[in-house]
């Protein structure tokens, strides 16, 4: 089942290029907005599964292409995102050790939504495609053995990085947690409708050109080990989201105008904006590229506001 929000948040299940509105049938989850009505949703889906799945088939639809689309899963409790966690494509001898940072719920954006590059230092600006897990039910320290009947489903998500703020040293924070800085959607899809999450391929388009293709199975810790990890540190709810990483070398610098499309294989496209008032301007070349032509470090700023942070 693919599930989503739409228009004034109403929730709705895809059927095929329309949605269904189930909003009445869920009316009676407790909840103050949507973020709590999909959590409930999440955790009470065992009992509403039928429900929706009926009206899915005979209730009328809309064209998808007719509403607008919401964020999924509006403000997650938590957004747990796993660092360093591909082998990018045989390039590491071994995996990196686990790790993972918070990412600010109000971080999220949907699909048609604007990425905003604040007025801040950064070297650059790059999103990290990546498929995500919404978790299903309740998680306290949990064994790999036991971590996927805690997956509810999956979804694009969109890692925005503002790279190489001062002062040097652990800035994840005001790198990642950057208002817009994580897109996720279009929809939620059950895991039942994924065979395998570790054979799917992502592909990121910026203006129509592909700028990362890669396959998930090139992921160094995989989904059950990131479960039994992070939840040996906190427990995770149900309408948590875990980005299980990316594969580094096709990032570029997002920056004003580009048009996103982010598309893992079975969970739909993902699109949105970026927008930077201050214009600036990066080269068009991907970590790869530099690589290939022996250069090093991050993509040099062209022009605008900072153009010389870095250059010393």
Not at 98 to 107: D, Q
Not at 156 to 176: C, E, H, V
Request: proline content about 6%.
């Amino acid at each position: 089942m693919k599930i989503l929000f739409f228009n004034d948040f109403k929730l709705g299940v895809l059927r095929g290029d329309a949605v269904v509105d189930v909003s009445k049938l869920v009316a009676d989850i407790p909840h103050t907005g949507p973020h709590d009505l999909i959590n409930g949703l999440i955790e009470r889906f065992a009992k509403v599964k039928a429900k929706l799945d009926k009206a899915a088939a005979s209730g009328k639809g809309v064209p998808l292409a007719r509403v607008r689309i919401r964020p999924p899963l509006p403000k997650p409790h938590n957004i747990d995102c796993m660092a360093v966690n591909y082998m990018e494509d045989g390039t590491r001898t071994e995996p990196a050790p686990i790790n993972a940072f918070h990412k600010s719920p109000s971080g999220v954006i949907g699909d048609g939504d604007t990425m905003v590059l604040p007025d801040v230092p950064a070297i650059i600006f790059e999103g990290e495609a990546e498929m995500a897990l919404v978790i299903g039910k309740r998680a306290t320290r949990v064994k790999a053995a036991d971590a996927m009947k805690h997956v509810f489903g999956y979804l694009n998500f969109i890692d925005g990085s503002a790279r190489g703020l001062p002062p040097a040293g652990n800035t994840f924070y005001q790198m990642k947690s950057r208002d817009t800085f994580a897109p996720m959607g279009p929809y939620i899809v059950t895991a039942d409708e994924i065979r395998d999450p570790h054979n799917l391929q992502i592909r990121l388009w910026v203006n129509g050109q592909v700028k990362q293709n890669f396959n998930t199975s090139d992921m160094a810790h995989k989904i059950p080990r990131c479960i039994e990890w992070i939840s040996a540190i906190h427990t995770l709810e149900p309408g948590d989201v875990i980005a299980t990483g990316t594969n580094h070398r096709g990032l570029s610098a997002f920056q004003d105008g580009d048009w996103i499309e982010l598309e893992t294989e079975g969970l739909g496209r993902l699109r949105f904006k970026v927008r930077d008032d201050l214009k600036r301007t990066w080269a068009r070349e991907t970590r790869l590229d530099r690589q290939e032509k022996k250069l090093e470090g991050q993509t040099p700023q062209l022009t605008g506001k900072y153009a010389q942070v870095g250059k010393a």
